[in-house]
């Protein structure tokens, strides 16, 4: 049975276990105040293009999110987002556990808009009793997003200034920025996320770590007390070291982003498949995540050998599923597939 049901299944990259072998018997200050994770935020703000930038290493993305949100809103605020987003689908209500509710907007694609943010705006301050209403305190984006759809830079760019316009802060969900920002029709970098977002993550637990987050604040008033916010969500791991090592060995050398581009590609070759046999993809995704639309004969046929994530079952007997590529995904288990798909 091959898995392609996520994007973290495996352990690491094994130059990350290299990594943390030579360095295990080290004794360093913990809570991420040791040198390596310094020098990790350094190598981070050089690659952003941002030397001010705050940077901070949580370990998961629920943690993450939920840290950050918090960290920004006022207790009468809530946060807008698109209604597939992974905090108001997948996070168990981790946000409104925090007393903030997510404001849902339907978006296209996956994707929320630069009109949908001013209308969120508009309706609240447009009713007379808004003071009764949770105020939209500040935007959640994903990219990618969680249908695999990525924003292109005048996308971001309308978005960023809207918010900027609007004084609502802009958070990206980084969880899966490599394969984001490595797809075909990506046209965005590290330098823009960090020029145009108020804070962002660059996601590592599905991008070849063991597990990491790390936070990029260039805004910086919003960086102030944030390491007290981690600490009270469990984030301010006391082997912070680990963190940084993992971020040292993804980073030095272009690696994230090369294993990013190999899970990418894996995808479009899955996806050009399902598309040669004339099956419908449910979302123009060119990231790592791929949802065909199969019917139940198709579905049982792939199940007999391979995991996959069931998405949405639909009136007429079909179902979306996704099939999910990783920085791991060997092509050879993407030859068997295709040679499965083009036999249905």
């Not at 609240?124 to 959640?140: K, S």
């Not at 797809?183 to 599905?206: H, P, Q, S």
């Not at 090369?258 to 123009?284: C, N, S, T, V, W």
Request: charged letters at 25%; proline letters at 3%; glycine letters at 8%.
């Amino acid at each position: 049975m091959l898995n392609f049901e996520c994007d973290y299944s495996e352990g690491c990259h094994p130059s990350i276990l290299e990594r943390l072998a030579a360095t295990n018997m080290e004794q360093t200050v913990g809570y991420g105040c040791d040198a390596y994770c310094e020098q990790a935020r350094n190598l981070i703000r050089e690659l952003c293009g941002a030397p001010e930038a705050a940077v901070h290493f949580l370990v998961g993305g629920t943690q993450t999110n939920k840290t950050v949100i918090a960290s920004i809103l006022r207790p009468y605020q809530g946060v807008v987002c698109v209604e597939t987003g992974h905090i108001a689908v997948h996070e168990t209500g981790a946000i409104e556990a925090t007393g903030h509710k997510v404001l849902t907007v339907k978006g296209k694609d996956g994707k929320l808009t630069a009109e949908d943010i001013q209308r969120v705006y508009d309706t609240h301050y447009g009713d007379v009793t808004h003071e009764h209403m949770v105020q939209p305190g500040m935007v959640y984006i994903s990219q990618s997003t969680e249908v695999g759809t990525v924003y292109t830079l005048a996308e971001l760019e309308a978005i960023s200034a809207t918010c900027r316009r609007l004084h609502l802060p802009l958070f990206v969900d980084g969880a899966r920025l490599g394969y984001g920002l490595m797809a075909d029709n990506c046209d965005v970098t590290l330098e823009d996320m960090a020029r145009l977002c108020d804070v962002f993550y660059i996601g590592a637990t599905k991008v070849g770590a063991l597990f990491g987050e790390a936070v990029v604040i260039t805004d910086l008033r919003l960086n102030e007390c944030f390491r007290y916010m981690v600490k009270q969500n469990g984030g301010l791991l006391a082997k912070g070291r680990l963190l940084g090592l993992q971020y040292l060995a993804l980073l030095e050398d272009g690696l994230y982003m090369k294993l990013a581009r190999h899970a990418d590609e894996q995808a479009l070759r899955i996806r050009r498949a399902f598309e040669e046999k004339g099956i419908e993809m449910r979302y123009p995704s060119l990231s790592n995540q791929q949802f065909p639309v199969l019917t139940q004969a198709q579905f049982r046929q792939l199940a007999e050998n391979y995991e996959f994530s069931t998405i949405e079952p639909r009136a007429d007997g079909t179902t979306v599923v996704r099939f999910c590529t990783s920085w791991a995904t060997l092509p050879e288990n993407v030859d068997r597939l295709i040679d499965d798909i083009r036999r249905l």
